[in-house]
């Protein structure tokens, strides 16, 4: 079971922000929500939520069925906080054990199966279904929402967006030296899966973040959703 601790209002925007690893959708995503008063559902928190649990009953990542049976057995909650959500497994906030290198490489091994990526969509589907969201993955626009309000395809240059993870990774104060070669990995199985692959909706607008500063994509992006509430 997933779910939020907001009610959803009624009569706003889903806004959908898809891109691939690195390209800066939760920092988005997150400042979005913020300014507009809207709830932040994190897609990538569910599949490392998932991810984790399996690590801690040592399950492999190849077994669909036993993924899919562990995530029907498992609670899964986002709670909106000062700075970002909080994810609850099970009653447990694992909100920073979930962001932790093995957990990020699990969970893109776990969001591989198409059974729990349907599994997952029907339960992001359920929270999103009353509006006022913001949500960020790699399919929001393509799967989960195809009819969002609102589309936002995030890029940037492959070398640009390994700086970014590299960054973020020294001031975590982790070891940064595989970074390049985990986020080409990472861009094949999300561009090649069988699942929803990666790819922009028809209708999403194409952001290049490479020369942009991350207050100038957040203005682009607000800018385009209050001008959909303006009608």
């Known amino acids: 079971m997933i779910d939020s601790d907001s009610n959803q209002p009624q ?3 889903i806004i959908a922000i898809d891109g691939p690893a690195g390209a800066g959708k939760s920092t988005i995503a997150a400042r979005l929500a913020r300014r507009l008063g809207y709830v932040n559902l994190e897609s990538g928190a569910m599949y490392r939520a998932l991810a984790l649990k399996a690590i801690d009953k040592d399950m492999s990542f190849a ?3 036993a993924l899919v049976k562990l995530a029907e057995q498992s609670h899964i909650k986002l709670e909106p906080a000062v700075g970002g959500n909080r994810t609850l497994l099970d009653g447990r906030d694992v909100s920073s054990r979930i962001r932790e290198r093995d957990v990020t490489e699990a969970a893109s091994h776990v969001s591989l199966h198409p059974a729990v990526r349907a599994w997952m969509v029907a339960h992001q ?3 999103g279904a009353g509006g006022g969201i913001v949500m960020e993955g790699r399919d929001i626009g393509t799967k989960v929402f195809p009819d ?3 589309k936002i395809f995030l890029d940037a240059d492959a070398v640009v967006r390994e700086q970014r993870r590299r960054e973020q990774q020294q001031i975590k104060g982790e070891v940064a030296s595989t970074v390049a070669a985990e986020l080409r990995e990472r861009d094949r199985r999300d561009r090649t899966r ?3 692959p990666l790819l922009a909706a028809a209708d ?3 952001i290049d973040s490479t020369k942009l500063t991350e207050d ?4 682009m992006v607000e800018e385009l959703a ?4 303006a009608g």
């Open 125 to 127: 589907r359920a929270m």
């Open 148 to 150: 969002a309000d609102l």
């Open 194 to 196: 069988a699942a929803s």
């Open 204 to 206: 999403a607008v194409v």
């Open 226 to 229: 209050r001008r959909k509430l």
């Open 216 to 219: 100038e994509v957040l203005d």
């Open 63 to 65: 077994d669909e069925a």
């Open 11 to 13: 009569g706003k925007l």
